[in-house]
């Protein structure tokens, strides 16, 4: 197994991570949450894992959200941004037979990817950032998991409109397998 980062993959994860920092703390919504946003950067972050694979979401994802935290100035919190990392690596393992890059999005690509994307929601808002909370920072319980259950389900929603859209831009944009297009 080559366990080498193509040049393709690393500008992705660049491209990727200004993307996730952009989306994320630009045109993030306000929850009723504290310190909660319903942000529609896990769309891209769940497009570019299923394109680029388990380390480009990994990656994005840690990096895209260790910049936004420092860009507010509270500091970063690495429960949240394990979290983001965690979401994007199990995306890209989800979705790891998709096959976008071939021109291919139909019914069952899309229903694949949303119910990755849903699964890993709920593990990473959930599950992930409630507990790293408790560990790291010792937060009160009843915020942590009021937190998750509103970034969860937001981003989920989100995730799902702007992931699908993507997702299946991309795939029109390539040439179907078999085509006579050039392929890469």
């Not at 990727?16 to 319903?38: K, Q, Y």
């Not at 694949?112 to 709920?122: A, D, E, G, K, S």
């Not at 009843?142 to 981003?155: M, P, R, S, W, Y």
């Amino acid at each position: 197994m080559n366990n080498k980062l193509s040049v393709r993959t690393v500008v992705a994860i660049g491209i990727g991570a200004a993307l996730f920092f952009v989306c994320g703390r630009f045109v993030a919504i306000p929850s009723p949450v504290p310190n909660t946003n319903i942000s529609i950067q896990y769309g891209v972050l769940a497009f570019m894992a299923a394109v680029f694979g388990p380390i480009a979401g990994a990656l994005i994802g840690l990096i895209g959200h260790a910049l936004i935290d420092a860009s507010y100035g509270w500091g970063i919190w690495w429960s949240w941004v394990i979290a983001s990392a965690v979401f994007g690596c199990l995306m890209g393992f989800g979705t790891r037979k998709m096959t976008l890059a071939d021109g291919v999005c139909g019914k069952k690509e899309i229903i694949r990817f949303n119910l990755t994307q849903l699964v890993c929601h709920v593990l990473c808002w959930g599950v992930c950032a409630p507990v790293l909370d408790i560990i790291i920072y010792n937060e009160p319980v009843e915020k942590l998991f009021a937190q998750g259950l509103v970034a969860g389900i937001g981003n989920a929603v989100t995730t799902a409109i702007i992931g699908s859209l993507l997702c299946v831009a991309y795939a029109k944009a390539r040439p179907q397998k078999g085509s006579l297009a050039k392929e890469d």
